[in-house]
């Protein structure tokens, strides 16, 4: 009797200690329907009604006090909720949710029911951990992901906004048109022809901004404070696709050049792919990086033959890649189960004659002579234009196609014609969707999007619905308001996600905590140094290659599971440790100094400061869409009760370490 | 501690020993013992390997130039815009060569100096094969004979450079594979890795075991707010408890995982490094405040430290970029191999001065050669091209390999001179992979699988 008393006891002890651990809110399980904690007798009461078929208000929900959406979450989880894996979502599972609910584990837990694949609890508990369904996000962290993803980061006005619309699909897809129509603060052209922001002839600090640093200026400028954010953080997505850099380049210093090619990606950001194409294709700074700037038709005489740089460039990196592509970006396979590459040597020999004869546009543009050709100037903020006697008149034979050769003196007009003929082929090329698509993906959502999820975007890129092909809006449209995208189911898979890049961390804790410059002077010239900042800087690639290639894995389990986590390419020992020490820093001092310093503003949270666990909360839904799991927070909470309420500075000091910790927790640091 | 696991590393072992089966269940060192090795464990010797990677395509014509008669003349024809005054070409004599006269770019004093005396040799027409091939083989598309996928491009060459299969996606390299065969015989004892790279996430340097540690040109960098004496995290030390717990806490989610066990490696490495090269004999040496000079400046401090460190093998890894010479060629490779020789001189003389220069051996790779043929102003994407071997090891003052004729449509012709290459990355390796102590069998082949596909596979080139 005695022993049989214990182990209730020891049933009723484990059943209390249990309970504590359901009480954080933002724990990934169990099994809560709406925004609040799960509990045996309203999610569970729901869902055993739910397997016995009842539907519909009141059979379902009498008496559960859950959210009117508990009904359509729960439908969308019953795959998951099939914890004996028979198949179907039925009784037996529901008992045990409810049995989990209650503290129930091991034995007591019970096993699973008719034809089930996992019998046994010790079965059922690791499917739990494995795949356990959390609660449903609250408006604001629903709000507060979407704009992770579509952003350069949330603020408390964006989140609130969008909770107002309701943070669901129609606030989101109406934030993004709205997004369309919103212009940029100005063209960066502007503030690097002014060297400084707005008012800067006036102001204490005056036009000081010269070289390129007025270029990066601009550029944070408008990511942090733009009131376009989509499509700030699109170009910057465009800028990665289509790198021009101030590293080894011959396009290092002048910041009208970078400015220009920040315009073009911001311009082209809602606009075709076409169009993109082209103005990639005959921007003066690419043309300099790449070297198509003034290059020359072929000459038998000297035996030159035209670069092939930019040719080989456009296709690799800029438009459909190595391989040819099946729509959901999976490689097509020949008859012998190879790979088939999109082109070879030849191809490139023969459209690298396309990119002869470029150089200098302006308004009005030069006469394109062929003075012209070799010493004219121009300027940075036209495309460049075809000078015909540089252009190369033989056959040009690449991707299938010829555009027969020319005789004689041609006239411009010709020449642009090759060039628009070659385009218009690439453009056409069926890899292009899949290829473009599954990198935005890479950049906004997550490193390894399903073949449905790509093909579902590359779909929109072929076709909008309305017979236009490479429609921008409609592609970032489909990438942000994708199942796949939006699914907060997603939060759960282990392999779902992207590492934050450096630059969109920093960028982050400025919007998130309003960091501006009283000087509007963004001084952020340099964050390349892996040892000291964060080991990228926009406009900083080291080749036409971006900071990581899409593909890339780490080598270890990412690579040996073939997936992807490009931004783990610029990730080691180095960069860990600088980004830890640089936001550690700036989280206390600010960036920068003088009248330029990018300080925060800690308001909200000094105002809360006696209350550890409402500013964790708070940061939690603002920084990781409550994501940061129970045990983390409960880490944070710990730090900043260590700070007493007696020590010096301690109100400050309990916010910087709240927000530190926040942002180096692998929840944040992993966007999902 | 065992950077790697003494388990993996045994079982890596046993995977590459697979005929040592049968002695399953003896103990480890006995193992070792039976095959020989045990004069690894119980040896002294010291021995480094430095790979210098040009990024971009090193241009091998104004490398090494015929710079007399007929064939100079052939090579200026061949890239008039792009060719070097005869006058400004380095003289190099190496024994045994019977071809043109040749010469070195100008830009390297050093690297001609380190050849005459007999120091430094030469690879001729090095590149990425899957077999060897020749020109009929390349020109008939004898599709029995393949070739590495996607020849020409960046990205891809690298990557097969690297890993030394070009015939197949590989997830590791061929100097992150002899770090997972050798690490366990010599730095049995070692906290850091054998792969050490001061010059980013590469491939080469990956392993199934070895992971490579990442250290800047000044060092190990440490977390500030976890330093002893620095307070804490924001004068808390329950806060740097906590931050180290966020650092380093193994994590679910798979790329979670991989910040963790990065963020991991970084605290529990910084502290060893630290204090080994601050407790090593100073490098005196004055290297050039050039990137590639500050990053052999580092790779000279470790190898002063590795007795520190208990290693008794480092492999190290440095870059320079900026050899993507489509534009402004002549300009642009005379500054970069100016830079380069000025930090390998550098180097060679810090490893005269610490006393190890005969176990020391560094070499230059690039993804590829370049054309023959100028586009105006520089030359585009190619295949073969010339590397550089240097260290007291080595046999110097001789080129390896078959030197081209620099002309077109040669045997060695892909077309516009870009070079099929006669010797492959994994001869190279195979004995860069024997100095350095390997001599099994299976264990080389687990190095460079293809190597016997090629001449020089079974014992290599006989450089060092």
Redesign the interface.
């Known amino acids: 009797m005695f022993f049989r008393a214990s182990l209730s006891l020891a049933k009723g002890l484990a059943l209390l200690l249990a309970l504590p651990c359901l009480t954080f809110a933002q724990s990934g399980c169990p099994f809560s329907l709406d925004a609040g904690t799960a509990s045996a007798t309203t999610d569970g009461l729901y869902l055993m009604r739910y397997a016995l078929g009842q539907r519909g208000s009141p059979a379902l929900d009498n008496a559960t006090s859950l959210a009117s959406t508990a009904e359509a979450t729960a439908a969308s989880r019953l795959r998951r909720f099939d914890l004996d894996g028979n198949g179907v979502f039925d009784h037996d599972d529901a008992r045990i949710i409810q049995r989990y609910l209650l503290g129930f584990r091991g034995s007591s837990l019970g096993g699973g029911g008719a034809y089930a694949a996992r019998l046994t609890p010790a079965l059922i508990e690791a499917y739990i951990a494995q795949n356990c369904p959390g609660r449903a996000m609250t408006a604001q962290e629903r709000a507060a992901r979407f704009l992770t993803q579509a952003t350069w980061g949330p603020t408390w006005s964006e989140i609130d906004a969008l909770v107002q619309a309701g943070a669901n699909d129609t606030a989101f897809n109406a934030w993004i048109t709205a997004q369309f129509n919103t212009a940029s603060i100005e063209p960066h052209w502007d503030y690097v022809a002014r060297k400084g922001p707005i008012g800067c002839a006036t102001d204490t600090v005056g036009c000081d901004s010269n070289f390129i640093n007025g270029t990066m200026e601009t550029f944070w400028l408008q990511a942090m404070q733009g009131p376009d954010q989509l499509r700030q953080r699109v170009a910057f997505a465009l800028q990665q696709i289509f790198v021009v850099s101030t590293v080894n380049s011959g396009v290092d210093i002048q910041a009208d050049a970078h400015a220009s090619f920040l315009d073009m990606t911001a311009r082209n950001a809602f606009g075709n792919f076409r169009t993109l194409l082209e103005d990639v294709t005959r921007h003066p700074t690419m043309g300099i990086y790449l070297s198509h700037f003034r290059n020359e038709k072929e000459d038998p005489a000297t035996g030159r033959t035209p670069d092939e740089n930019y040719a080989r460039e456009v296709l690799q990196l800029f438009s459909i890649g190595l391989w040819e592509l099946n729509i959901d970006g999976t490689r097509k396979k020949d008859l012998s189960g190879k790979d088939i590459p999109t082109y070879n040597q030849n191809d490139i020999i023969g459209l690298a004659k396309v990119f002869t004869g470029l150089a200098w546009g302006d308004d009005p543009s030069p006469a394109p002579t062929d003075d012209n050709f070799r010493w004219g100037g121009g300027s940075w903020k036209y495309p460049m234009q075809m000078y015909p006697s540089g252009h190369s008149t033989s056959a040009k034979t690449f991707l299938g196609i010829t555009i027969p050769a020319m005789s004689g003196t041609i006239t411009q007009a010709q020449a642009n014609q090759s060039l628009a003929t070659a385009l218009d082929r690439i453009f056409n090329h069926s890899n292009v969707g899949p290829f473009i698509s599954k990198q935005l993906i890479k950049r906004l959502v997550t490193s390894n999007p399903s073949p449905a999820y790509v093909q579902r975007v590359a779909e929109k890129f072929n076709n909008n619905g309305s017979n236009i092909r490479g429609d921008m809006k409609a592609v970032i449209r489909a990438v942000l308001m994708d199942p796949e995208a939006r699914d907060e189911q997603k939060l759960a898979d282990e392999s779902f996600g992207k590492l934050r890049e450096p630059v969109l961390r920093f960028g982050a804790w400025m919007r998130a905590f309003t960091a501006r410059p009283a000087s509007g002077r963004y001084r952020i010239w340099n964050l390349e140094d892996p040892a000291d900042a964060l080991g990228q800087n926009p406009m900083r690639s080291p080749s036409v290659f971006n900071f990581y290639r899409p593909e890339y894995a780490p080598p270890g389990a990412i690579l040996n599971r073939r997936a992807s986590a490009p931004e783990f390419q610029i990730t080691h020992e180095t960069t860990t440790t600088a980004y830890t020490n640089f936001m550690l820093s700036v989280i206390e001092r600010g960036y920068g100094g003088n009248n330029d310093e990018i300080a925060p503003n800690y308001a909200r949270y000094l105002a809360n400061v006696s209350n550890p666990t409402a500013m964790i909360a708070d940061l939690n839904a603002l920084l990781a869409y409550g994501q940061l799991t129970t045990q983390t927070q409960q880490i944070i909470l710990d730090a900043i009760n260590a700070i007493a309420t007696t020590e010096f500075n301690w109100q400050a000091r309990r916010v910087y370490t709240a927000v530190a910790l926040t942002m180096l927790a692998p929840e944040f640091l992993i966007q999902r | 501690m065992a950077y790697v696991s003494r388990h993996a590393a045994r079982r890596r072992f046993l995977q590459q020993f697979g005929s040592l089966s049968a002695l399953a269940g003896t103990p480890f060192a006995a193992n070792l013992a039976t095959i020989g090795a045990a004069s690894a464990q119980a040896g002294s010797d010291y021995k480094a390997l430095v790979c210098v990677f040009l ?2 395509g090193n241009d091998h014509a104004n490398l090494i130039v015929p710079r007399t008669g007929q064939a100079y003349t052939d090579y200026m ?5 792009l060719a070097i005054s005869q006058a400004s070409l380095r003289s190099i004599s190496p024994t045994g060569y019977t071809g043109a006269p040749l010469g070195l770019h100008p830009a390297m004093a050093n690297m001609q100096s380190m050849i005459a005396s007999g120091r430094a040799a030469v690879l001729a027409n090095l590149g990425t094969l899957t077999n060897p091939i020749t020109l009929a083989q390349w020109n008939g598309g004898d599709s029995l004979v393949e070739v590495p ?8 060459q690298q990557a097969q450079w690297q890993t030394g299969l070009p015939d197949r996606s590989s ?2 390299g061929w100097l ?1 594979r002899l770090g997972d065969v050798t690490a366990p015989l010599y730095n049995p004892n070692s906290g850091v890795s054998i792969c050490m ?1 001061i010059g ?2 590469n ?1 080469i340097q ?2 199934e075991d070895t ?8 060092g ?6 976890l330093t002893l004496g620095n307070g804490g ?4 030390t ?2 740097a ?3 180290r ?3 380093t806490d193994s ?13 991991k ?3 529990d ?2 502290n060893i490094v630290t204090t080994s090269l601050a407790n090593a004999p100073a490098v005196t040496t004055v290297f050039p405040a050039t990137s590639i000079g500050r990053q052999l400046q580092m790779v000279a401090r470790m190898i002063s430290a590795r007795t520190n460190l208990s290693q008794r093998r480092q492999v190290f890894f440095v870059q320079q ?2 050899y ?1 010479f ?3 060629l002549v300009a642009d490779q005379n500054a970069r191999l100016g830079e380069l020789d000025a930090a390998l001189g550098a180097f060679n003389a810090a490893m005269n001065t610490l006393n190890v220069s005969s176990s020391v051996t560094t070499f230059t790779a690039s993804e590829f050669g370049r054309a023959l ?6 030359s ?2 190619g295949w073969g091209g010339h590397q550089f071997v240097f260290g007291g090891a080595v046999q110097g003052n001789r080129i390896y390999g078959s030197f081209p004729t620099i002309a ?1 449509n040669t045997p060695t012709d892909a ?2 001179g870009r070079l099929i290459p006669t010797t492959s990355v994994d001869e190279f390796g195979v004995t860069l992979a024997r100095w350095f102590g390997v001599t099994d069998t299976n264990a080389l082949s687990t190095i460079l699988p293809n190597r016997l596909r090629f001449p020089n596979g079974a014992n290599g080139l006989g450089f060092v």
Do not use: C
């Open positions: 990024f971009g024809n061949a890239r008039p815009t996928a996607q020849l020409f491009s960046h990205s891809d997830p590791t992150g790279s980013g996430n491939m990956a392993g992971i490579q540690y990442q250290i800047t040109p000044q190990a960098i440490a977390v500030n707010a995290l924001y004068g808390s329950a806060g408890q906590a931050l717990r966020l650092l994590r679910a989610g798979m790329m979670e995982r991989e910040w963790s066990k990065i963020g490696r970084a605290v490495t910084e970029g900026g993507d489509h534009d402004d043929r100028h586009n105006g102003r520089g585009d994407h077109f077309g516009n």
